[in-house]
């Protein structure tokens, strides 16, 4: 049986470790106090910072966003994170706004998907002193 961790950082950020995978959910390191604005008059106030600063998680194999257009999913911290990811897992939308290196899924598709590539595969984890891009 494969053990995992799942470590929770704090609002949408989340650390999971699986099979040897280290997988980040929705960036979020800025520090508290910020407000964020989300169109229409709406709102809200950052009011605790992360579990963890970003600078301490070490290598990130994968980094899966929800979305990258309000700045409580994907902060400037969590943005200059994305750079360091292994692979960026968006919607397709996203993946155009952020440009090379992220991936967009429609929906009900997945990525390494026998039917979008002709066969499955899998990438290995990133490991110390080597680049799997």
């Known amino acids: 049986m494969t053990s995992m ?8 950020t989340t650390l999971i470790e699986v099979a040897g995978w280290r997988i980040l ?10 407000t964020y604005g989300f169109g229409w008059g709406t709102t809200s106030r950052k009011l605790a910072g992360p579990a963890l600063p970003a600078g301490s998680l070490g290598d990130i194999d994968a980094v899966l966003l929800t979305h990258d257009q309000h700045a409580d999913n994907l902060d400037d ?3 200059e994170l994305l750079a ?20 967009g899924l429609a929906p009900g598709s997945a990525p390494n998907s026998p039917h979008r590539t002709g066969r499955p595969s899998r990438s290995p984890p990133r490991r110390a002193g080597t680049d799997h891009r």
């Open 5 to 12: 961790r799942i470590t929770h950082l704090g609002g949408p």
């Open 25 to 34: 959910t929705d960036p979020t390191f800025d520090a508290p106090g910020r």
């Open 77 to 79: 911290a969590g943005r």
């Open 84 to 103: 360091d990811a292994y692979r960026i897992v968006t919607t397709v939308a996203g993946s155009r706004r952020l440009g090379a290196g992220a991936t």
